[in-house]
C-alpha cells in the first residue's frame, strides 16, 4: 500500500517543488523532517494518535459527529495494516522528494526549452520528458522500498509494543513482518535454526531484488 502512494506522490510532490519560484527550500525541509525522525518517537506518536480511548483521532471524528463512539484502530487487522502504511509513507516521502528533486535538477534546461518551443504542454513535458528520464530513479527507489519492506520491524513493534509474546504481529497477525517473525522466533520462543532459516531466506530474497534494479537501471547498450 504504501510503495506506490510514495512513488506517485513522491514524484508528483517533487514536480510541483520544482517548478515553485518561493518557498521551495522551505517546502524541502518541512518534508523532509519526518526522515529524520526516529522510528521509536515514530512508533510512539501514532499508537498515541490512533489509541481509542485517548487517541487525537477518535477524539476529531467524534467532535465533528462523525463518530458517536472511538473505534478500535489497531485492534482490527485491515486498520492496523492502513496505519502501518501511513507511518511509512509520512516518514518516507521526504525522502522520496528529494531524490526526484535531485534528478530533475539533473536534466538539462535545454530539453524543457525545446519542448516550450515546439508547444509542449506542462503535462506532454512532464509525462513525454521527465517521466522516461526519471526512469532509472523510480527503478532504484522502488527496489530499494521493496529490500527496506522486507526489513521493516520499528514501526509495527513499537505500534504493538504492549502485546505478549504470544500476540506477535497485531490481531490475527496483520502486522506481522519478516524481521519480527525472526526476532521472535529466534529470540522468544528460542528456534535458533528455524530463525537462520528465515535469516538466510530473506538474504536471498535481498539479492534477487538487487540483480534486478541492476538489470533495470541498465541501459540496452550496457546490457549488450
Not at 40 to 61: K, R
Not at 130 to 138: D, G
Not at 187 to 210: C, D, K
Request: glycine share 8%; charged share 10%.
Amino acid at each position: 500500500m504504501s510503495l506506490p502512494t510514495l512513488v506517485l506522490t513522491g514524484m508528483l510532490l517533487a514536480y510541483l517543488i520544482f517548478n515553485m519560484v518561493k518557498g521551495r527550500m522551505l517546502f524541502q525541509t518541512a518534508n523532509f523532517l519526518p526522515y529524520i525522525t526516529t522510528p521509536v518517537a515514530i512508533g510512539f506518536i501514532f499508537s498515541f494518535m490512533f489509541d481509542w480511548q485517548t487517541g487525537i483521532i477518535n477524539a476529531l471524528f467524534v467532535k465533528m459527529g462523525l463518530l458517536q463512539e472511538g473505534i478500535y484502530w489497531l485492534q482490527d487487522p485491515w486498520l492496523s495494516r492502513i496505519i502501518i502504511a501511513i507511518m511509512i509513507v509520512w516518514r518516507n516521502l521526504g525522502y522520496f522528494i528529494a531524490i526526484y528533486l535531485a534528478g530533475m535538477t539533473a536534466i538539462s534546461q535545454d530539453v524543457y526549452e525545446a519542448a516550450k518551443v515546439d508547444g509542449a504542454t506542462a503535462f506532454h513535458t512532464f509525462t513525454r520528458i521527465t517521466l522516461p528520464l526519471l526512469r532509472n530513479i523510480s527503478v532504484f527507489l522502488i527496489v530499494t522500498s521493496i529490500i527496506g519492506s522486507l526489513q521493516l520491524f520499528d514501526e509495527p513493534k513499537l505500534l504493538y509494543g504492549g502485546w505478549t509474546a504470544s500476540q506477535v504481529g497485531g490481531p490475527d497477525n496483520a502486522a506481522l513482518t519478516i524481521i519480527w517473525k525472526f526476532v521472535n522466533d529466534s529470540f522468544m520462543n528460542v528456534r535458533f535454526g528455524y530463525g537462520a532459516t528465515i535469516a538466510y531466506a530473506l538474504f536471498m530474497l535481498i539479492v534477487v531484488f538487487s540483480i534486478a534494479s541492476y538489470k533495470l537501471s541498465m541501459g540496452k547498450g550496457d546490457q549488450e
